[in-house]
């Protein structure tokens, strides 16, 4: 079992729908990550988090350190969010473990 | 961006050849990093670097040297390439206080081995 879970692994979704992509971990952490991945494109960071809930725009990471799950929501979906969104925990060791990340592609 | 560009961006190379990749930062970054990214698998760490001709090993070093001579580049070497390194390597950066860092990735390098 991979220490990083991540689903689903592949999300289509319509133009404007909410999205939730999950992200389970097994091990202790100092912080979660979650990176977004544009087709052929770089990795960037979207969020780090210690606890409860950040906000960026239409984005939204939560994390609940008792279960070992943190979720990134996108409201109001659009075409460019179409992108593999990573999820990685840092652990005690500052090693980071990644998930094999949600492939997420959003129809006009 | 954290100022990470990395070098060469393509390559294609046959099976035996040596390959150097580079990555360049221009904010004096104490930690660097290599991964290597394959369908099916999460970014995978191959090595690290902690200061000036401070390296150590990650999950995925076999046929993989690095070298950190100075603070703003780390070399990865593939000393005899073969066509199970054809993968795309990112390098990056981390960036932080207070026991909470970031990452930052460069653009990464798509390498094929025929």
């Known amino acids: 079992k991979n220490e990083v879970e991540q689903s689903p692994q592949n999300l289509t979704a319509q133009e404007g729908e909410f999205i939730t992509i999950n992200c389970s971990y097994s091990?202790?952490?100092?912080?979660l990550h979650w990176l977004q991945q544009h087709p052929g494109g770089g990795i960037v960071s979207l969020f780090m988090l210690s606890s409860g809930k950040k906000k960026h725009g239409r984005l939204i990471a939560t994390i609940n350190i008792q279960e070992k799950h943190s979720s990134l929501h996108i409201t109001a979906s659009h075409p460019r969010d179409s992108a593999v969104y990573i999820c990685?925990?840092?652990?005690?060791?500052?090693?980071?473990?990644f998930g094999k990340g949600t492939r997420l592609h959003i129809l006009p | 961006d954290a100022g990470i560009t990395q070098s060469p961006r393509h390559k294609v190379t046959e099976t035996g050849t040596p390959v150097t990749l580079r990555c360049h930062q221009t904010?004096?970054?104490?930690?660097m990093y290599w991964y290597r990214q394959d369908p099916g698998h999460g970014l995978r760490l191959i090595h690290y670097s902690y200061g000036v001709k401070d390296t150590d090993k990650g999950e995925v070093s076999d046929g993989y040297s690095v070298s950190r001579s100075k603070t703003e580049d780390f070399l990865l070497t593939l000393e005899s390439a073969t066509s199970s390194q054809t993968s795309v390597y990112f390098c990056?950066?981390?960036?932080?206080?207070?026991?909470?860092?970031?990452?930052?990735f460069g653009p990464g390098t798509r390498l094929t081995v025929t």
């Open positions: 990056a950066i981390s960036e932080g206080t207070g026991g909470l860092y970031e990452q930052y």
């Open positions: 904010e004096n970054h104490r930690y």
């Open positions: 091990v202790g952490i100092s912080a």
């Open positions: 990685a925990a840092r652990n005690r060791d500052d090693k980071i473990i």
